[in-house]
Antibody
Framework: EVQLVESGGGLVQPGGSLRLSCAAS????????MNWVRQAPGKGLEWVAN????????NYVDSVKGRFTISRDNAKNSLYLQMNSLRAEDTAVYYC?????????WGQGTLVTVSS | DIVMTQTPLSLSVTPGQPASISCRSS????????????LDWYLQKPGQPPQLLIY???NRFSGVPDRFSGSGSGTDFTLKISRVEAEDVGVYYC?????????FGQGTKVEIK
C-alpha cells in the first residue's frame, strides 16, 4: 500500500525557516517524480514544486522560487521541502503527492502557519 | 501560466440526479508529441486530501465508481456524475499538467440537497 506521511509543519515567524519531510513507503520511491502541493486555509489547491526521480530536475511555482528548495533522499525514501524567508501567504497545509503529470497518491498534509 | 476556470463554483444536487462541472483552460492541453491531453479531475472530501478521480480527460482511476466520467478536448472539459450519491460531496478540482507550473481550477463545491 502506498503511504506518504508529511511532517515538520508548525508555527513560524515571518522571515523564518522550516523544513518539511515526506516519508514514503509501499513503492519504489526512487522511480517516481514527487510533488509538493499546498492549500491555504479555506482556499483551493496550489502546486508548489516537483522533483525528478534522480533529483536532477526541480521545478517551482514562481511565488516560491529562490525561497523554497525541494530535495529528496532516495536511500531514506524521503522527500523534503526547505522553506526560507517565509511569508504570511505561505500559511497552508502542505501535501506531498506522488508521480509526474498525474497525482494518484497524496499524504494527509502538514500545516504551516506563518505568523508573529 | 495556464489559467483553469471552473463553472459553476458551487452545485446543490438531489441524490440520484446527475451533475456536471465544466473546466476551461486558457491554452490547449493537448501535447502533440505524445497525443495525450493532460487534464485530471480530483475530489477533496471534507477534512481529507484530494483524491484522483479522472486522468488524461477520461480515464477513471482505480476504484473510482463508473458514475464518474470525464470528457472534452483542447481547452474545454467536463466532469459528469451520472447519479450523485451522498458520498460525492466535497470540492472538485481540475488540474492541467501540460505546462509548468501545474495549475488547478478554483474548485467546485458540491453539496447534497
Amino acid at each position: 500500500e502506498v503511504q506518504l506521511v508529511e511532517s515538520g509543519g508548525g508555527l513560524v515567524q515571518p522571515g523564518g525557516s522550516l523544513r518539511l519531510s515526506c516519508a514514503a513507503s509501499g513503492f519504489t520511491f526512487s522511480n517516481y517524480w514527487m510533488n509538493w502541493v499546498r492549500q491555504a486555509p479555506g482556499k483551493g489547491l496550489e502546486w508548489v514544486a516537483n522533483i525528478k526521480p534522480d533529483g536532477s530536475e526541480k521545478n517551482y511555482v514562481d511565488s516560491v522560487k529562490g525561497r523554497f528548495t525541494i530535495s529528496r533522499d532516495n536511500a531514506k525514501n524521503s522527500l523534503y521541502l526547505q522553506m526560507n524567508s517565509l511569508r504570511a501567504e505561505d500559511t497552508a497545509v502542505y501535501y506531498c503527492a506522488r508521480d509526474g503529470r498525474v497525482l494518484p497518491y497524496w499524504g494527509q498534509g502538514t500545516l504551516v502557519t506563518v505568523s508573529s | 501560466d495556464i489559467v483553469m476556470t471552473q463553472t459553476p463554483l458551487s452545485l446543490s444536487v438531489t441524490p440520484g440526479q446527475p451533475a456536471s462541472i465544466s473546466c476551461r483552460s486558457s491554452q490547449s492541453l493537448l501535447l502533440h508529441s505524445d497525443g495525450k491531453t493532460y487534464l485530471d479531475w480530483y475530489l477533496q472530501k471534507p477534512g481529507q486530501p484530494p483524491q484522483l478521480l479522472i486522468y488524461e480527460v477520461s480515464n477513471r482511476f482505480s476504484g473510482v465508481p463508473d458514475r464518474f466520467s470525464g470528457s472534452g478536448s483542447g481547452t474545454d472539459f467536463t466532469l459528469k456524475i451520472s447519479r450523485v450519491e451522498a458520498e460525492d460531496v466535497g470540492v472538485y478540482y481540475c488540474l492541467q499538467t501540460i505546462q509548468l507550473p501545474w495549475t488547478f481550477g478554483q474548485g467546485t463545491k458540491v453539496e447534497i440537497k
